[in-house]
C-alpha cells in the first residue's frame, strides 16, 4: 500500500506544473563534502549545531530554480539566507537547515504533496552509484497560519534493497520551528530507508540533497545545494556526495584562569625573580617615627661630611 501511494504522489508530482527557470550549479556532479559523525545524537528541537558539521557551499555548488509569475524570481532564489548542516551515525543521517522568513509562506497539510510549491525542506537521499529517480524523497514543513507541522513523501528509495520506509511524523523523524525570525528545521533519516544495509560506516559514501523553498502570493523558488532534486529533473547522479568522516570534536569549553603564585621561568629555563610592588598601604605611627629618624641621622652625617671637607680646604 505504501509503494502504491508512494507511486500517486509521484505522478501527482509530475502533472502539476513545473518550475519555469532554472540555473545548474557550476559544480555539476561534483558537489563533494566531508560531514562528521555525532557521537550522540542530535535532540530534535535543540538545533545544536555543535553535533554537526555545517556545509560550506561555494557558488558553484548552488542551484536554482523558479517559477516565472514575477520576473525576479533567480534574484529571490540567491537572495534566500540559510545554514545547513549534516552528520551521521551508524543508523542515521542528520541534518539541520535554518533559513529567513522573508518568503515565509506554507498554508498546507500534513501529507500535503503541493508543499514544494510552498516553504517547506525537500530532503533526497540515495546510494552513491544511484541514478535517475533512484532516491527517497520527502519533505517537511511548518503551517505559517496555524504552526502545525506536515510531512510527505514523494518517491520511496527506488532501491530494491532497501530494508525500510520513511514515513515522516513529527517530533520522532523531523521538526521545525520559528523562533528568532528564522526557520529551523531538523530532520532523521535512517540509512535502512535508502540502502540495502542498516548501518554506515567512517569512508562510506551516500548520495544527498536539500532544497529550500518558500514562496510569496506571486512566486515560488528553490534554494538548492547541488542539483538532482528540481529545476532539471529527478537526477540522482546530481545529488552531493556525503563521505563520512571521522567523530565531531566536542566543542571547546572555556577553563577558567588560575594564576600561578610560583615564579615565572625565563627564556633559559631559570625561575625569574618577581620583586613584588612596593605597599601603598598607609604607614602606622610608629613607622613613621622610624623614618624620620632615619632622616635625621643622614642629614647630621652630611652636615658632618662636609664640615671634614671645609677643614680640610
Not at 8 to 22: K, Q, S
Not at 129 to 152: C, K, Q
Not at 175 to 196: M, Q, R, S
Not at 241 to 254: E, F, K, N, S, W
Request: proline fraction near 4%; hydrophobic fraction near 40%; aromatic fraction near 8%.
Amino acid at each position: 500500500m505504501k509503494r502504491i501511494l508512494a507511486i500517486l504522489l509521484v505522478a501527482v508530482f509530475f502533472i502539476v506544473p513545473v518550475l519555469a527557470g532554472f540555473e545548474e550549479d557550476a559544480n555539476i556532479e561534483n558537489v563533494k563534502f566531508t560531514v562528521g559523525k555525532a557521537e550522540s545524537a542530535p535532540v530534535l528541537g535543540e538545533f545544536d549545531t555543535s553535533k554537526y558539521t555545517k556545509l560550506e557551499p561555494s557558488a558553484g555548488d548552488m542551484s536554482y530554480a523558479w517559477d516565472d509569475a514575477v520576473d525576479n524570481g533567480l534574484d529571490l532564489a540567491k537572495g534566500l539566507d540559510f545554514e545547513a548542516y549534516v552528520s551521521y551515525d551508524a543508523n542515521n543521517i542528520y541534518a539541520l537547515i535554518i533559513t529567513d522568513t522573508k518568503l515565509y509562506d506554507c498554508d498546507c497539510d500534513d501529507g500535503d504533496g503541493n508543499v514544494w510549491q510552498s516553504s517547506c525542506i525537500q530532503v533526497s537521499a540515495a546510494a552513491a552509484d544511484a541514478s535517475g529517480t533512484e532516491r527517497l524523497e520527502y519533505g517537511i514543513f511548518r503551517n505559517s497560519v496555524n504552526g502545525e507541522l506536515g510531512g510527505v513523501v514523494w518517491a520511496d528509495s527506488g532501491n530494491t534493497d532497501a530494508k525500510g520506509d520513511y514515513e515522516p511524523e513529527a517530533g520522532k523523524n523531523y521538526t521545525v520551528a520559528l523562533k528568532d525570525g528564522k526557520l529551523y528545521y531538523e530532520c532523521i533519516t535512517p540509512v535502512n530507508t535508502f540502502l540495502g544495509k542498516d548501518t554506515v560506516a567512517e569512508g562510506d559514501v551516500v548520495a544527498f540533497s536539500l532544497v529550500m523553498a518558500q514562496r510569496t502570493e506571486d512566486t515560488y523558488i528553490h534554494t538548492q545545494i547541488a542539483s538532482g532534486c528540481t529545476g532539471n529533473g529527478k537526477t540522482a547522479e546530481n545529488f552531493m556526495r556525503l563521505t563520512l568522516g571521522a567523530p565531531i570534536a566536542p566543542p571547546v569549553v572555556d577553563e577558567p584562569v588560575i594564576e600561578d603564585d610560583a615564579p615565572a621561568a625565563d627564556d633559559g629555563g631559570n625561575d625569574v625573580v618577581v620583586t613584588p610592588p612596593p605597599s601603598t598601604a598607609p604607614q602606622t605611627g610608629d613607622a613613621g617615627i622610624i623614618t624620620f629618624a632615619i632622616v635625621m641621622i643622614v642629614a647630621a652625617l652630611g652636615v658632618v661630611i662636609i664640615r671634614r671637607k671645609i677643614s680640610v680646604k
